[in-house]
């Protein structure tokens, strides 16, 4: 059985906010990237995401990018001591206007292996990704940062 997720939520405001939100650093270290990311998220580019509850900053590959439409990035699977290494997950966000002032965004991870170690990673993603939807949500319509403080 393939572990793969896919979440989902929508947000009150135009998809290129919410796309915008995501792709500039600045802004997705106001809500999601506890100790800030680094690098706009643009097609080919490797950037840097940290974070206060996974220690050390992270390499993130940017492989596809199409404005107010699509992210798709790969990154270091965590290993949880998966014997066989190292490998990457592939992330895919999709952004849709489903209204002038409302997007739905999609986020779906896959590409862990297939054994107790990808589940559980596998799992802790899905939980990670959910957050940073719901703090999205509350950060683009309300101003809050609901990650302020939460980790540390």
């Not at 106001?30 to 996974?54: N, P």
């Not at 990035?73 to 990457?88: C, H, S």
């Not at 952004?95 to 991870?109: G, N, Q, S, W, Y």
Request: proline share 4%.
């Amino acid at each position: 059985m393939a572990y793969e997720f896919t979440i989902s939520g929508r947000i009150s405001k135009p998809v290129h906010d919410v796309f915008e939100a995501v792709a500039d650093p600045a802004k997705l270290s106001g809500y999601f990237t506890t100790g800030g990311a680094q690098g706009r998220l643009e097609t080919g580019a490797v950037v840097q995401w940290d974070f206060h509850d996974f220690p050390g900053a992270f390499p993130v590959h940017v492989t596809e990018v199409v404005q107010d439409e699509r992210i798709v990035l790969k990154w270091e699977a965590p290993e949880d001591g998966d014997a066989a290494g190292t490998y990457d997950t592939t992330v895919t966000m999709t952004f849709e206007a489903i209204a002038p002032d409302r997007t739905l965004v999609k986020i779906h991870e896959a590409g862990w292996r297939e054994n107790a170690a990808g589940q559980k990673a596998s799992y802790g993603n899905c939980e990670g990704w959910t957050g940073m939807l719901a703090a999205m949500k509350v950060y683009l319509e309300h101003g809050i940062n609901l990650r302020q403080d939460f980790y540390k």
